[in-house]
């Protein structure tokens, strides 16, 4: 079959040589069997080019055609089938390249007669090992396809190679063919030999204390070696963020019992200091402006320092933020981080008008915000998972001062109520509480796939010296599903529950009833629906009570997304929710539209035109936002 290969295309490279002027491409035509078999034969008589010239000979046409049916046959054998037979014949097209048309008879197969698949040792109950062998393929009776024998027995070495079993053996790893019976024994049979275990990890670093870096590896001297945790270590060292080169090596001990897999990792610091900016629009926040500096490796502990600053134009929100992270001494990844930051942002109070989508402006106003958190984080590693969940107990100080000014043409006299609706004035409270986050994030672009889930827990009480009580429980689950190289699927939902007094009045103007629903929440802590991320089809955090935020939230969205071409895809989406501080009423709204979205920055550009299904004449809102639904 070699030499045959090798006679066409250097008969097709002799003719390229005599006639580089009249060179054609030959295109070759197979009928007669499935895809597998023809795109061997094709891969088998693929010569490159072919000269018109040459082709103008009978006797070298001929000769050709003899060796592209002897080629083809060739190309069957490995499919089980050796008595195929083949016809070709050579046609010129109107552009002057030449075609070959190939129909191929693939006579009776040769079938599989016996079989012996066989694992022994250590290994023989490994649960990949046993799911290898449950997905073989090629058993009695079936026809012997040399193609998926070689694929299979391939993805067993890998296997024995990731879980450790470096000394296994192939007993036996042969073909029996009887190709005049038109059958075949099959006999492989693999001895494992004892697991490798992982030994000592030793860090070749001058600039990190030890106790840094000994809790990152995510087993310990002893334990089964996986080449898949051998990875994982290369990813977490890179998510501390301060090496500039990450190489790890293996130095294997088979002599050993068990044998030993000890790791060397070399290691160079990164640069000090990072520096990143964005600058972009969008509907939900219009333009924006960000900065972030971090300062990595203040010292042989590893703790590093953060400063940023954030401004968007819609409420025209400055932001100011810090965060220092310390590195604890513990078994595990852990760390003590304290972030706080200063806020300042404009808000507008509305009243609902029941039996309507309207609102009416109340009071226009501004928060100012202080906050500072010090929590203890840690890293948590199910066993034998490549998930890592991050916990993080807290506590929390906020201080808000807000300061309203009620809108000048309205009648007050008409909401006929002599206490002050406007809330206003300065709240100060602690809050102690703890939250979990899972993301698990693999590929990008439209490729990405994953899923994260959330939740938190915290409470603020008098009895410790806050303004105000109250109680707070936060779930939420975003999923990013591949259906196939072409669709995917995205869900996303999240509840949240919060035990906060809620203060409701409600007026009467010429029969039109105005509710006021007013919480006790920290401005921090309220929710708000609706926008690119949320409820598309609302405007941007418009969906709570009285615009000023509410207790408790449901939200949900599924959206069905196709690719296009290259980076753009278009997709269809229905999304509900709202914000609300009575459960009894929670008024979900829905919205429904079309999207498109561009992922050449490697993140999605979303385009979304979604219609407000529970507004008066179901009104269209353009929606522009960058970046994943998964964060």
Not at 99 to 126: M, T
Not at 383 to 400: K, P, Y
Not at 494 to 510: C, G, I, K, M, T
Not at 609 to 620: E, H, I, T
């Amino acid at each position: 079959m070699m030499f045959r290969s090798l006679w066409v295309a250097c008969l097709l490279v002799g003719a390229l040589m005599s006639h580089p002027a009249e060179a054609d491409q030959l295109l070759i035509e197979v009928s007669g069997v499935d895809t597998p078999a023809a795109n061997n034969i094709r891969a088998e008589l693929d010569g490159g080019w072919v000269s018109g010239g040459m082709l103008t000979s009978e006797r070298r046409r001929e000769r050709l055609l003899k060796l592209i049916e002897a080629g083809a046959v060739a190309a069957m054998r490995p499919f089980g089938y050796y008595e195929a037979q083949a016809s070709a014949r050579l046609q010129q097209q109107d552009d002057g390249s030449w075609r070959a048309d190939i129909a191929v008879q693939a006579g009776p197969p040769v079938r599989i007669d016996d079989l012996l698949l066989e694992i022994s040792g250590e290994g023989a109950e490994s649960p990949d090992l046993r799911a290898w062998e449950t997905r073989w393929p090629l058993h009695g009776g079936e026809v012997l396809n040399q193609v998926a024998w070689d694929a299979q027995i391939a993805q067993l070495r890998d296997l024995l190679e990731a879980d450790g079993y470096f000394n296994a053996v192939f007993v036996q790893q042969r073909i029996e063919l009887y190709a005049s019976e038109q059958r075949a024994d099959l006999f492989l049979e693999v001895h494992t030999g004892p697991r490798s275990v992982f030994g000592e990890v030793v860090f070749e670093q001058d600039f990190l204390a030890p106790y840094v870096l000994a809790p990152v590896p995510r087993f310990r001297p002893g334990e089964p070696y996986a080449q898949w945790q051998v990875d994982q270590l290369r990813t977490d060292l890179w998510k501390l963020g301060f090496f500039g080169t990450v190489n790890v090596s293996e130095e294997r001990s088979s002599g050993l019992a068990p044998p030993t897999v000890d790791l060397r990792v070399e290691l160079t610091p990164g640069k000090r200091n990072t520096h990143q900016g964005t600058l972009g629009y969008g509907t939900d926040t219009e333009w924006r402006a960000q900065y972030r500096w971090q300062r990595h490796l203040l010292s042989e502990r590893g703790d590093s320092l953060s400063l940023g600053t954030s401004w968007q134009k819609r409420t025209r929100k400055l932001l100011l933020t810090g965060e220092y992270r310390l590195p604890r001494r513990a078994r595990r990844q852990e760390y003590w981080l304290f972030s706080p930051s200063l806020a300042q942002e404009d808000q507008l109070f509305e009243l609902d008008i029941d039996g309507q989508d309207e609102k009416l402006p109340i009071a226009e106003g501004r928060l100012d915000e202080a906050f500072a958190r010090l929590g203890r984080v840690r890293l948590r590693n199910p066993r034998n998972s490549r998930e890592q969940l991050i916990e993080t107990i807290f506590l929390q100080f906020v201080s808000e001062d807000n300061e309203f000014a009620e809108i000048s043409d309205l009648d007050r006299a008409a909401l006929r109520h002599s206490a002050p609706l406007i809330p206003g004035g300065r709240v100060n409270s602690l809050a102690l509480g703890i939250e979990w986050d899972l993301p698990v994030l693999t590929g990008r672009g439209f490729d990405l796939s994953g899923h994260r889930q959330r939740a938190s827990l915290f409470s603020s009480s008098d009895r410790w010296g806050s303004d105000v009580s109250y109680s707070q429980i936060y779930l939420s689950s975003r999923w990013n599903l591949r259906l196939n190289d072409d669709w995917r699927l995205l869900l996303r939902g999240e509840a949240a529950y919060s035990d906060a007094e809620v203060r409701e009045l409600s007026f009467e103007r010429q029969g039109l009833q105005l509710e006021v629903s007013l919480t006790e929440l920290p401005v921090r802590y309220r929710f708000k629906a609706g926008g690119g991320f949320s409820v598309r089809g609302y405007g941007y955090e418009s969906l709570s009570n009285n615009g000023l935020g509410s207790n408790h939230l449901l939200t949900a969205s599924v959206e069905l997304e196709r690719r296009l071409v290259g980076d753009w895809s278009v997709s269809t989406f229905f999304d509900t929710g709202n914000a609300f501080n009575d459960w009894s009423q929670p008024g979900l709204r829905k919205g429904a539209g079309l999207g498109l979205r561009w992922y050449a920055l490697g993140f999605p550009l979303r385009l979304d035109v979604a219609s407000a299904l529970d507004l008066p004449g179901n009104p269209w809102r353009l929606h522009l936002t960058l970046g994943t639904t998964l964060f």
